[in-house]
């Protein structure tokens, strides 16, 4: 890999268009991510292509919408694909609405989580209206490797929880006032920024309004949050790469 200014923690390359797919900025890294057996294989084979950290696992929507049927199989091809972290997985009460469906997806996520024991990899967290949930479900287990919150969008005191946990928090650019308390509580070692590309940003690009964001809201300059984010990103993600300083 060569030297990038910025990592993208968390994106989904399998939805980019090809011409979007073909003309990534040079100097932003992305870590690609699946959420399904089939997006799971599509982002291996572009992250192989590439030359690219991912992470793969079955998200809580495909298990309420796919069922458990086949995730025997799905593990397996995420245990031979050697990803850099499972994930992303978890837990979602905004489109799980009943008991049953809270536990459909506890399953799927427990799976996850033993997978990740298993090859000794972090878990990216998809926790949307459930992040004291999900954390509740990793202390339950003793889960005692890392975890990023990712696309984190919970209250101050939940991330408190998570970076107390060994959790490192991945921020967005969308401002918003929680968004704001927990940029400027949590320890920039524990802070990573992502673009949810194609969903939030069209490109991983985007990554750099959260720098920006970060930046404004710490008051420190955007390459100090540049260095901190790549830094802490490939401490998570356990990857190689150079940092470039004067891109900012």
Sequence with gaps: MGAYSLID????????????????PADILPVTSGYSHSSNMKNYEIASGLGIPYSLGIAPQTALKEGTAELDSWVSFIESASPNAIGECGLDFHWGKTQEEHELEEAVFLRMISLARKMGLPLVLHSRKAETACLDVLEREGWEGGFMMH??????????????????????????????????????????????????????????????????????????????????????????????????
């Design 9 to 24: 923690a968390h994106c989904h390359l399998e939805s980019f268009k090809k011409h979007t797919l073909d003309s990534l």
């Design 151 to 248: 696309f984190f969008s919970g209250t101050l005191e939940e991330a408190q929880r998570a970076v107390e946990m060994g959790g490192i928090i991945s921020i967005v650019s969308l401002h918003s006032k929680n968004r704001k308390k927990v940029i400027a509580d949590i320890p920039l070692e524990k802070l990573v920024v992502e673009t949810d590309a194609p969903y939030v940003h069209r490109n991983i690009d985007g990554v750099i309004e959260a720098v920006k964001y970060i930046s404004e809201v710490k008051g420190v300059s955007e390459e100090e949050v540049g260095r901190a984010t790549v830094e802490n990103a490939r401490g998570f993600f356990g990857i190689r790469v150079g940092i470039k300083t004067d891109s900012f």
